[in-house]
């Protein structure tokens, strides 16, 4: 099952599932981000028709890719998904440098655990939604560094507690096959880990290793301008024998900007399934295997696993 802020729901349910979008962000440092930052009422009115487009567009579950510290809002996500009809998918976990609040650098891998186990199990405050996965973050460079590395274990330790899989944003291929790294010394099965951003990475191989290790290979920033740049990586990653059962597509789009006027530059959320699935099926890539890979692909990914 996946578990939505509205309850779990099942394949049939999840239908059509964009794994990384974003409904608001605030980039605003040390953790300080709180909800008076922001009007709910507006991101509502600005973000709503958005969702409704994409709806239409055949769109059902969408998955908000902000943790806390950085624009979880469980109370905008339930209201959002109650007007919108669609169904919203939040997260535990935190992100990274300079997003954290100070206590984190203070915590142990298992404090940080406990607080993610504890709201997989009790609900995010009182606001009644439960997190459908983990959300992380990698920094930037070739390795893992100290923090981070904390970050992941915790993540790690939560995933084998509670079912949940992780995703984590990743830039390059170098921090993913660290990352690997640190999973297979673990025991931990790669297949509850999603490389976000897989699109960053230069090394086709990484990514052949890493899918082939069962991590799942997250191509996104899928958006007008960059249709050939992505079928062009599309068919790349098929011939350097990357399964197509490991690729999940999305966007990274949206989303609401806490500090810039009205939300600042929104952008619609529906032409990965309007525009870009017809133009890569007419440059060849298979109808069939585009739609796994917005459909079974991301909900095997997304699902909760025993």
Same mark, same amino acid.
């Given at each position: /099952?996946?578990?939505?802020? %509205?309850?779990?729901?099942?394949?049939? +349910?999840?239908?059509?599932?964009?794994?990384?979008?974003?409904?608001?962000?605030?980039?605003? @440092?040390?953790?300080?981000?709180?909800?008076?930052? &922001?009007?709910?009422? +507006?991101?509502?009115? /600005?973000?709503?028709? !958005?969702?409704?487009?994409?709806? @239409?567009?055949?769109?059902?579950?969408?998955?908000?890719?902000?943790?806390? =510290?950085?624009?979880?809002?469980? &109370?905008?996500?339930?209201?959002?998904?109650?007007?919108?009809?669609?169904?919203?998918?939040?997260?535990?976990?935190?992100?990274?440098?300079?997003? !954290?609040?100070?206590?984190?650098?203070?915590?142990?891998?298992? $404090? !940080?655990? $406990?607080? *993610?186990?504890? +709201?997989?199990?009790?609900?995010?405050?009182?606001?009644?939604?439960?997190?459908? &996965?983990?959300?992380?973050?990698?920094?930037?460079?070739?390795?893992?560094?100290?923090?981070?590395?904390?970050?992941?274990?915790?993540?790690?330790?939560?995933?084998?507690? %509670?079912?949940?899989?992780?995703?984590?944003?990743?830039?390059?291929?170098?921090?993913?096959?660290?990352?690997?790294?640190? /999973?297979?010394?673990?025991?931990?099965?790669?297949?509850?880990?999603? *490389?976000?951003?897989?699109?960053?990475?230069?090394?086709?191989?990484?990514?052949?290793?890493?899918?082939?290790?069962? /991590?799942?290979?997250?191509? $996104?920033?899928?958006?007008?301008?960059?249709?050939?740049?992505?079928?062009?990586?599309?068919?790349?990653?098929?011939?350097?024998?990357?399964?197509?059962?490991?690729?999940?597509?999305?966007?990274?789009?949206? *989303?609401? %900007?806490?500090?810039?006027?009205?939300?600042?530059?929104?952008?619609? =959320?529906?032409?990965?399934?309007? $525009?870009?699935?017809?133009?890569?099926?007419?440059?060849? !890539?298979?109808?069939?295997?585009?739609?796994?890979?917005?459909?079974?692909?991301?909900?095997?990914?997304?699902?909760?696993?025993?």
């Amino acid at each position: /099952m996946l578990q939505t802020v %509205t309850g779990l729901i099942n394949e049939k +349910e999840a239908g059509t599932l964009l794994v990384h979008e974003h409904i608001l962000v605030g980039f605003i @440092e040390d953790g300080k981000l709180s909800p008076k930052d &922001y009007d709910r009422d +507006e991101v509502v009115a /600005m973000i709503l028709p !958005l969702l409704l487009q994409l709806k @239409e567009a055949g769109c059902s579950t969408f998955v908000d890719c902000a943790p806390e =510290y950085l624009g979880r809002d469980p &109370y905008l996500l339930k209201e959002l998904a109650a007007k919108s009809g669609l169904h919203l998918v939040t997260n535990t976990g935190f992100y990274k440098a300079p997003y !954290l609040p100070p206590f984190v650098y203070q915590a142990t891998e298992q $404090d !940080l655990a $406990d607080l *993610w186990i504890r +709201e997989a199990r009790n609900g995010i405050g009182d606001s009644g939604v439960f997190p459908g &996965y983990i959300k992380i973050a990698l920094n930037d460079g070739t390795s893992i560094n100290e923090t981070q590395q904390k970050i992941l274990r915790a993540a790690i330790r939560t995933s084998l507690e %509670t079912g949940l899989p992780i995703q984590c944003h990743t830039i390059g291929g170098d921090t993913a096959l660290h990352a690997g790294e640190i /999973m297979k010394q673990a025991g931990f099965d790669r297949e509850r880990f999603i *490389w976000v951003h897989a699109q960053t990475g230069k090394d086709l191989a990484v990514h052949q290793q890493l899918a082939a290790d069962g /991590m799942w290979i997250s191509i $996104d920033s899928i958006l007008p301008g960059t249709y050939d740049k992505h079928v062009d990586l599309l068919q790349q990653l098929l011939a350097h024998g990357v399964s197509g059962d490991r690729i999940l597509l999305s966007q990274d789009t949206g *989303w609401y %900007t806490v500090g810039e006027e009205r939300g600042g530059n929104l952008r619609p =959320y529906h032409h990965l399934l309007t $525009d870009f699935l017809p133009y890569a099926a007419e440059k060849g !890539l298979d109808e069939h295997w585009l739609q796994q890979c917005v459909t079974r692909n991301p909900y095997q990914a997304m699902r909760i696993r025993s």
